[in-house]
């Protein structure tokens, strides 16, 4: 899978590589999952203590974080997560449809017993934790479907595209959606799944899009939440295991 992937947070590493991703893993995953709000501040030496690694490290995670579009760094301000506009949701969802749809076309009726079997495991789990008011289970499981999807189209370019998308698409979510709304609804990843096993290709690109408007629709006014320190997010008790 792409860079959504479980994190533990423990300096178990044996080389500098190893921790820096530890701390890319774990910024990416807090951004993905809202833990880390739009417009966060990401100093450095805060940071450093927060993993007990060098702040040379933390830059190297910082600049391939930046580089991959999670967080922006600015001179004189350092890093930061962004805070996209709706106008700057317009162009996500717009390159989500053309991509996202073309994906399903090319797979609906195509995909094994094993890889139906895999995507509606992928649903029930999200489809448990939305029930169970675990909302970062919840969003990193839809991360992960759709870009199951993508990776099953067999085109890594649709995947890379699809993962630099998610993290804005998340950023989105925190700023815009009304709290107590999972990032998608595992009922209708369901029914994507339905047409993908029935076909044809052009019924599955029907449901993507619908579902995708169905989510930049879900967008409103601004939302407003507390501001949390790093040790919060990352080591507090609300972290869950993305």
């Not at 001179?75 to 805070?83: D, L």
Request: overall charge neutral; glycine content about 6%.
């Amino acid at each position: 899978m792409p860079r959504i992937r479980k994190t533990d947070n423990t300096p178990e590493e044996t080389t500098p590589v190893m921790a820096a991703d530890r701390v890319y893993e774990a910024i990416y995953a807090a951004v993905l999952d809202h833990r880390l709000a739009p417009g966060s501040r990401l100093r450095e030496e805060e940071l450093a203590s927060t993993f007990a690694v060098s702040r040379t490290l933390v830059r190297q995670a910082l600049h391939r974080l930046a580089q991959d579009g999670v967080i922006v760094l600015r001179p004189n301000r350092g890093a930061q997560v962004p805070e996209p506009t709706r106008r700057d949701g317009e162009h996500v969802f717009d390159a989500r449809r053309v991509i996202e749809c073309e994906v399903v076309r090319r797979i609906a009726g195509k995909l094994s017993a094993e890889q139906m079997s895999e995507l509606r495991g992928l649903v029930a789990a999200e489809d448990r934790a939305v029930h169970s008011g675990n909302r970062q289970e919840a969003i990193r499981l839809s991360g992960e479907f759709h870009l199951r999807l993508a990776q099953m189209s067999g085109n890594p370019i649709f995947v890379r595209v699809l993962d630099e998308l998610l993290p804005t698409t998340s950023l989105l979510m925190a700023l815009y959606k009304a709290p107590g709304e999972a990032m998608c609804v595992a009922h209708s990843h369901g029914l994507l799944l339905q047409t993908l096993e029935e076909g044809p290709g052009a019924a599955a690109a029907t449901e993507m899009r619908r579902h995708l408007n169905e989510i930049e629709q879900s967008l409103s006014q601004p939302v407003t939440k507390a501001a949390l320190s790093l040790d919060e997010i990352f080591k507090g008790p609300s972290k869950s295991a993305v």
